[in-house]
């Protein structure tokens, strides 16, 4: 029933930004966390960002610092400003929220961002 759909997603070059976003019909982020994940092909999928209801967030060690979760609750939606890109941050970048930890709704189709050297 809760469909989420991921945007922003592209090709490009090493170096450079995307953002993305995320937003959930058929119900609202409220007070839940959400968070960014990503996968790429044979292996599963892992937590790249979180951001709380009061915006505590949370990265990965392989993309502190370059990339910054975000919120808006009035607009139901969260977004994922990505810079300094590099190859190994190529994958199908997917969001969806989770109480302490577990996901609670179907995953989306992602987005692809694939990032050249």
């Known amino acids: 029933q809760v469909q989420l759909v991921e945007s922003g997603g592209g090709l490009v070059q090493a170096g450079g930004s995307l953002r993305l976003s995320c937003t959930a019909s058929?119900?609202?982020?409220?007070?839940?966390?959400v968070g960014w994940y990503r996968q790429v092909p044979g292996k599963q999928r892992d937590l790249v960002a979180r951001?709380?209801?009061?915006?505590?967030?949370n990265y990965a060690d392989s993309v502190k610092g370059r990339f910054t979760i975000t919120r808006d609750n009035a607009k139901n939606m969260v977004y994922l400003q990505m810079n300094n890109l590099v190859p190994e941050d190529t994958a199908v970048y997917y969001c969806?929220?989770?109480?302490?930890?577990?996901?609670?709704?179907?995953w989306g189709q992602g987005t692809q961002v694939t990032v050249s050297s």
């Open positions: 969806n929220a989770d109480r302490l930890g577990s996901i609670i709704w179907t």
């Open positions: 058929g119900s609202r982020f409220g007070i839940l966390a």
């Open positions: 951001i709380t209801w009061d915006k505590t967030t």
